[in-house]
């Protein structure tokens, strides 16, 4: 018996507006196999990357780990973007994964190689890859998971082809990647995150942790854990 939940991480506005109300829906539903658990946010008014400051060391599970031996993953490397490498998009895709793997002794995640699959669908394969996504969505992270034991038994990750989208390889800092696009690893260790069991900070003050909910062009913050992060890797797997 399973059910899914689905994660849709929103970029941060890039021009100054009215501040957007942010509504958030987290809780596991009860009734038919296909009833599912949404978390949704709104962007925040901000003109570009900046500082994340402080780590607060905060925090959010979503109820849901990964199985003993991890999952593995498999990327549709026919729909990265054109003109990026496609060895520089699958090694930011597969850092962000290590990245996770690399806070605990238990195995998370396996790079399965390739698929012609397309996120989304329970199919059997954990899928990443670009495609259209409805609405402003960066990206989203679906997830299938046995009511009984909450553990997760699938999970897809799709990169909205309506962005630009940068490896910087050799950038660094803060906010030192490409102006105008996003950071395909920063945005993925994000996503990671929901599959290992972490849902969405959004406090204003949790803008060190990697599962922050708001992403900005530019940004490389969330390429590596905060304490947050890694306090809940710790609870859910151990060190």
Known sequence: MSINWTFRTQRRAVVAAAVAAVSVTLGFTTGSDNA???????ALPVAACTNPGADDGSFALNGTKLPAGGLTYKTNQSTFPAGLSKIEVQGAIGTAFLTWDADTSKALFTNGGTTVATPGLADGVNTVAFKKIKGSAIAVTTGW??????LLKEFDVALSSSYSWATNPLATGDCGGAAGRFDIRNVMTHEAGHAAGLSDVTSTTSKAQTMFAYV???????????DGDA???DILYGQ
Request: charged share 35%; no cysteine; net charge positive.
């Open 145 to 150: 998971f046995d009511r009984k034991t909450k």
């Open 216 to 226: 900005a062009y530019g940004e490389l913050t969330k390429r590596s854990l905060a």
């Open 231 to 233: 306090q809940a890797v």
């Open 36 to 42: 599912s658990v949404v978390e949704e946010t709104y």
